[in-house]
């Protein structure tokens, strides 16, 4: 079949909800590193990883190998049994992660270990209530929907109760039409009001992302996250981390966003560059948290064993290759050559991240700021000209993100940066 074979039948086959970019969407028959290529032989620089999945890039060589002598050994046994692979990488998370985290659970993707997770605390504290943050993205399944604070995602009508949605700490576009620093932080001030307004004052959790993801690599101010963990723990809640964008290295110097923030949770969830795009959830808990979970369950397919080796090998080479070192180093040479963009093109309104992790927020007036979303999707079409694959997000559909492998080579973060040049210009 060709490219255009597949996108029919796309359409005639799959749900309407399996949406893909770019007017004529890319179908993708190959890629190794930071390349990809499609059906019809043409050449991408690829600068989103699959949704900031691809952590050590496309078919690396050692996790090819080891996942065919995988496959050749073991593939399958459900978590009723222990295996070799499971508890390696059980102890690697403990050892990777801060603070007290020790005990695991595996599931197959970022919604699962979100749910686990609230599951989890809900069951330790023995209260329901959630308190999550407006503008975040938890996944696809109904608990995770009615997490989610975004109206796009939030497809169903109903709203599962116990669920409050705190004020996001997004400065560029304050909800409270302040200015950082002299705002107090108070989005995250607020947290406590909410808790006495909205709840029976007992809170399950806090479950937030170091970076908001989906809702455009929104990045909170310093000291948000140590002011809002402080006010929900005076309630007895705990803290759930959501690390599956922002994990192994992504935001630079450390392996874990929440590390650049100076708290420890009680409840880690990661996912995607866990295992460089093997289905692999985990859910990370301190021995106490973990322990109150005496109840009956399984995974079926969670913590399989190839995709524990996937994650094994991910593991190994994150750390020969020093991703956090790596993402720092690379995340400044792009960030670095983002801003420089924006004193050129007037409709890029705010430049953020951190690491690898870096967002450009489209704009038709920067006084305004209003969103540009139709800016966005051009952005994106002009850049699929250029050969370079670049995300979008956010509530309004008017942020670009850009999280490429984290072994990324300079000299392909300079020719990215290039086609993304080119494709403003077009804009302009």
Known sequence: MDSQTVRAKHKEFLFPCVANYYAEPVVIAEAHGASVT??????????????LTAGIGHSHPEFVKRIQDQVARLVHTSSVYPTVEQTKVAERLTKITPGKLKKSFFTTSGTEADETAVMLAKIYTGQQEIIVLRHSYAGRSQGAIAITGQQPWRVLPTQIA???????????????????????????????????TTTNGRPAAFMAEPIQGAGGFITPPREYFEIAVGIIRKY??????????TGWGRTGDKWCGIEHWGVEPE???????IANGFPVGATIATEEVANAFTGLSLSTFGGNP??????????????????????????K??????EEL?????????????????????????KTKEPSAKKTTAFLEACKKQGLLIGKGG???????????????????DDGVKRMERALAELQ
């Open 395 to 413: 509530l309004y559909g008017n942020v670009v993100r850009i999280a490429p492998s984290l072994l990324i080579t300079k000299s392909e973060i």
């Open 306 to 331: 190839i995709s524990m080796a996937a994650a094994d090998v991910t593991m190994d080479v994150m750390e020969r290759e020093n991703t956090p070192k790596r993402s720092a180093e690379r995340g």
């Open 162 to 196: 116990g669920v409050k949605h705190a004020l996001s700490p997004y400065c560029y576009r304050c909800p409270l039409g302040l200015e950082y620093p002299d705002c107090g932080i108070r989005c995250a001030q607020d947290i406590e009001d909410l808790i006495r």
């Open 38 to 51: 499609d059906l019809d032989g043409r050449e991408y620089l690829d600068f989103f990883g699959g949704i």
């Open 342 to 366: 924006k004193k050129r093109f007037a409709f890029i309104g705010d430049v953020r991240g951190m690491g690898l992790m870096q967002g450009i927020e489209f704009v038709e007036d920067r």
């Open 267 to 273: 409840i880690m969830t990661f996912a995607k560059s």
């Open 333 to 338: 040479q792009l960030r670095d050559a983002l």
């Open 236 to 245: 007895g809640a705990v803290f759930i981390c959501d690390e599956v964008q």
